[in-house]
């Protein structure tokens, strides 16, 4: 079953706040396998000051950390339910990345990820953040659920 998440449902899943949540909308996720979300990239963001202010492009780590917020959301449909006020959602590991295309302000990314295996605390997906259909930048990236220090 595909469902569709704004924002105000997406911050009751993400710890993140602004200016660190990258994820506007769900547009697609199906539980057990995969999410399609969208990051609007604009030029006020705070990163574009100094990321290049001639030229400015959205940082890859941050690319990366909006495709593990779209992970997190995933695991946690997935798992069927909210994170505990004491859990966190963090990432745990990312191989196998490249980085295809530059995103600049006015893009709007799509972030994919599937689920390719859980094995305890640990998830693996495989992600991709496209502009205009075209990748921008893929990963694997390893989350786990982990309680607050």
């Not at 492009?57 to 069927?80: K, S």
């Amino acid at each position: 079953m595909s469902e569709i998440m704004d924002v105000k449902e997406i911050t009751e899943f993400l710890a993140h706040r602004y200016p660190f949540l990258l994820v506007d909308r769900v547009l697609e996720v199906i539980p057990g396998e995969s999410i399609r979300c969208i990051k609007n990239v604009t030029i006020n963001e705070p990163h574009f000051t100094g990321h290049f202010p001639d030229n400015p492009i959205m940082p890859g780590v941050l690319i990366i950390e909006a495709l593990a917020q779209a992970t997190g959301l995933l695991g946690f449909r997935t798992m069927g339910e909210k994170p505990q006020n004491n859990m966190l959602y963090i990432l745990a590991g990312v191989n196998k990345v490249k980085f295809r295309r530059q995103v600049v302000p006015g893009d709007q990314l799509e972030l994919r990820a599937e689920l390719i295996k859980r094995k305890g605390k640990i998830w693996i997906f495989k992600a991709g953040a496209y502009v205009e259909g075209k990748l921008a930048t893929s990963a694997e990236l390893m989350c786990a659920v982990t309680e607050k220090t």
